[in-house]
């Protein structure tokens, strides 16, 4: 008796451990076996870039990339991309012509067949913007302006994406081009914000626009020049992921943000922390791997 107690004490603990490592967050009840397995519909990739952004979003069979990372995480994002063996991204989002977005963008659009390529209108004459204007320019790529109401981009059956942002051509500080973009899938839904500071936010909380998300990309690495109380509100998400850089010189994420995250009890995924994150959705139920 004694023994059989122990073999299922020891049982209980390596699924306890298993549990653990896999990260599963199940956000209601209808969770399947097979779904527990990772047989999602949607996935979408936090690639850990540092101190920058990149994300992958595979969802019918098709690929959207939204912004490249720094030019200091090229490896991590090339070697990511690689393993997933993709050969054609059919969307790519430049979110904002800042380094720790476009670093690495000339390189994707080299190294892979692009359907169509975004960015906001505004033009900078720094070097990394010019190589990805010359690299799109040697594969007869146009650059396709993202602003809010942009309807086509097309990612198939039970999938929405939807524009809230740029809202003008005429914007200060370069982050706020950064679109604010929606991705429904099913039931669960994905809100994107690049850099987009607390401005843009307002501007985009005045058009009554339907925020409401289950996973929020916290805007500019998880700053206090994004992430509004009121907008945070009005997304309602049960997840956070922040994409920032280990021990980076600007303080990110900062400890106003974090706060305001837990105060509102949304469970924090960090790059510098969890490493690459991927969520995937079968389209009423999330899972997380980190």
């Not at 959207?64 to 994002?77: E, V």
């Not at 700053?223 to 998400?237: C, D, G, I, M, N």
């Not at 900062?254 to 509102?264: A, F, H, Y």
Request: glycine share 6%.
């Amino acid at each position: 008796m004694k023994k059989r107690i122990f073999f299922i004490t020891i049982i209980l603990s390596i699924m306890s451990l298993f549990l653990s490592s896999c990260n599963l967050i199940k956000l209601n009840s209808n969770t399947s076996l097979d779904y527990i397995s990772g047989k999602g519909d949607i996935n979408v990739h936090y690639i850990d870039v540092g101190q920058g952004d990149s994300i992958l979003i595979q969802v019918n069979n098709k690929n959207l990339l939204i912004d490249a990372g720094p030019k200091s995480g090229k490896n991590d994002l090339l070697n990511y991309l690689s393993k997933l063996k993709i050969e054609k991204l059919d969307y790519v989002i430049a979110t904002h012509p800042h380094e720790d977005h476009i670093g690495n963008m000339a390189d994707i659009i080299k190294k892979y067949e692009i359907g169509a390529f975004y960015a906001p209108k505004v033009e900078t004459n720094t070097k990394t913007f010019e190589k990805m204007v010359d690299a799109l320019k040697d594969k007869d790529l146009k650059i396709n302006s993202i602003k809010a109401g942009v309807d086509s981009i097309d990612l198939g059956a039970s999938t929405k994406v939807s524009i809230y942002s740029p809202n003008t051509d005429k914007y200060e500080n370069l982050n706020n081009y950064s679109p604010i973009i929606k991705i429904q899938f099913g039931s669960n839904s994905f809100l994107f914000t690049g850099d987009a500071e607390k401005e843009v936010e307002k501007e985009v909380l005045k058009t009554n626009a339907d925020l409401k998300a289950d996973v929020l990309k916290l805007g500019h690495h998880g700053s206090s020049s994004s992430t509004s109380e009121e907008f945070l509100r009005a997304v309602s998400p049960s997840l956070g992921i922040i994409c920032v850089g280990i021990d980076n010189s600007y303080g990110h994420p900062t400890k106003q943000t974090l706060k305001l995250l837990e105060d509102n009890k949304i469970k924090i995924f960090r790059t510098d922390k969890d490493g690459s994150i991927i969520i995937s959705s079968d389209g009423t139920s999330i899972r997380i791997e980190s």
